[in-house]
């Protein structure tokens, strides 16, 4: 392997040794900007370096969408401090944040697309990744019933800030507070997130050419998902994986003629389907419901605050919620509501726009070429993650797949097809 590759590598395969000192979230954002400045370094000395720290090409020009947007995220930030006059002291915080959060979402793209990095390389050690966790698994489905504490240490590390104790916590399991039953949360900081990364460990399991890592990488994800009780990682799950291998259909006319079909059948059905589709997403609400309520109650105050308030570019930092919301912070639980009252338009364009960007870019490479599909399944990942959670701090967790997507452009740059 490369030198990229054993630092990628190993921090991956000892995601469970960092986590047990409380130490991801500081080995995130440290990882991304030593990568992002090798990055760096390998454009501007090429040939000067050793064979496997040369850049393997130019910059895509997605990646170096990113980086406009993520810049501009900056300085929306700077103006939302300015305009709301928060102080020195607030901003300096709020950009050590930008940049253990948003600059992340640029740094691991260039990185994966300049770096010598290999797919194969990556895919291995998350399966990796999913071995131990599964050799982990018996020890935390059995610690809630013999007793075990649910909190086990919080590190030290918290001196270095974050945005809660618990991003530095080891947990065995959590109490869900509406049925008070157990529910595990594995590496993330809360049960949710947890369901979506098992997502995204089962994307990258299917990759694995090697059918004993495919069938673990898919136990351990799905595990992740079922015991984290996540909602949204149930609903991605099968979109994000069943959605990339179905894009390939669009070339096929049967396909666009068996849509038509299907399209028919489901408009003389129409009262039929609605009611269901209903039943469904009341079902899906009801599951946890006070949840959702939170959720909904939080979006609206944002939305509200953002219109009445400050449009452009927001209000430079989430605020503590009412009593209503169980003292929530309103910018939260929402990456897109929480944009446009944190950073407004400006902060939302410029997320939105390098996103769209690229989630057309795979979804039009899955349709052509299978190496397309991971990258699609884990920007579907990403935009159903987006609609419950802020994405930008839990980035930290997230690196592999930002890693693969700056891969994966790379690659297409190689194939020509880009």
Known sequence: ?????????????????????????????????????????????????????????????????????????????????????????????????????????????????????????????????????????????????????????????????????EYFTVYLYTLDPESWTPRWQFYAPWSPFAGLLGVIMVLFALEDRRTFWLVIGCAAGVAMILMSKSRMGLVALVVATVGPRMMPLMLKVWAWSAGAVVTAMMAAAWTTVTVFVEDTIDGFRTARADSSRVRATLQRIARERWQNESVWVGHGQVEPGPHLVEYMPIGSHHTWWALLFVKGVVGFLAFAVPFVAHF???????????????????????????????????????????????????????????
């Open 1 to 165: 392997m490369t030198l990229p590759e054993r630092i990628v590598a190993g921090t991956l395969v000892w995601t469970w040794g960092i986590y047990a000192f409380g130490g991801l979230y500081v080995v995130g954002p440290v990882l991304a900007w030593v990568l992002g400045v090798l990055a760096i370094l390998s454009l501007y000395l090429g040939p000067a370096l050793r064979a496997d720290l040369r850049p393997t090409g130019r910059v895509p020009w997605l990646v170096w969408l990113w980086i406009a947007g993520m810049a501009a995220m900056l300085i929306a930030l700077w103006a939302g401090h300015l305009d709301w006059e928060l102080g020195l002291k607030k901003t300096i915080k709020s950009t050590v944040g930008w940049a253990k959060g948003w600059a992340l979402l640029a740094l691991f793209p260039l990185a994966g697309a300049v770096l010598q990095l290999r797919r194969e390389v990556l895919v291995r050690a998350h399966s990796k990744l999913a071995l131990a966790t599964l050799i982990l698994l018996p020890i935390f489905a059995v610690a809630p019933f013999i007793g075990l504490p649910e909190r086990i240490f919080t590190s030290p590390l918290k001196a270095v800030g974050g945005p809660g104790p």
């Open 360 to 418: 057309l870019f795979t979804a039009k490479d899955a349709v052509v070429h299978p190496g397309g599909r991971l990258p699609f399944g884990i920007l579907l990942v990403f935009l159903i993650l987006s609609m419950g959670e802020n994405i930008e701090i839990e980035a930290y967790l997230l690196w592999p797949a930002l890693l693969m997507l700056g891969i994966h452009l790379r690659e297409v740059a190689e194939r020509g097809t880009s």
